[in-house]
Nanobody, 124 residues
Framework: QVQLVESGGGLVQAGDSLRLSCGLSGRANRCGMGWFRQAPGKEREFVAGISWTGTSTGYADSVKARFTISRDNAKNMVYLQMNNLKPEDTAVYYC??????????????????WGQGTQVTVSS
């Protein structure tokens, strides 16, 4: 059984930084992982992804050079470091897991497990 628990969201000002964490259980420390977000009235979108080994990462154009995804499989954690936050980054952020020994994907229908989400609000 795979369980994912996000933490680290909050209310910040534009230009601030936040680090989101996703705690992994079960076999999730061997799965490709992704971070997605959903803003009010919008569809959920891909933010960043990382392969199960951590050697391959990918980002949405809107967050490239500001966000960094990383993982520590020994600690069963995946992180999303978010710098220079903008009001348009306001959303509920979700971590998601793919199949075991997989890479990441920007397509949410390729993820099998999802966390409950954590709210990030960026004020201008």
């Amino acid at each position: 059984q795979v369980q994912l628990v996000e933490s680290g969201g909050g209310l910040v000002q534009a230009g601030d930084s936040l680090r989101l964490s996703c705690g992994l259980s079960g076999r999730a420390n061997r799965c490709g992982m992704g971070w997605f977000r959903q803003a009010p009235g919008k569809e959920r979108e891909f933010v960043a992804g990382i392969s199960w080994t951590g050697t391959s990462t990918g980002y949405a154009d809107s967050v490239k050079a500001r966000f960094t995804i990383s993982r520590d499989n020994a600690k069963n954690m995946v992180y999303l470091q978010m710098n220079n936050l903008k009001p348009e980054d306001t959303a509920v952020y979700y971590c998601a897991a793919r199949a075991i020994f997989s890479g990441y994907s920007p397509r949410e229908n390729e993820y099998d497990y999802w966390g409950q989400g954590t709210q990030v609000t960026v004020s201008s």
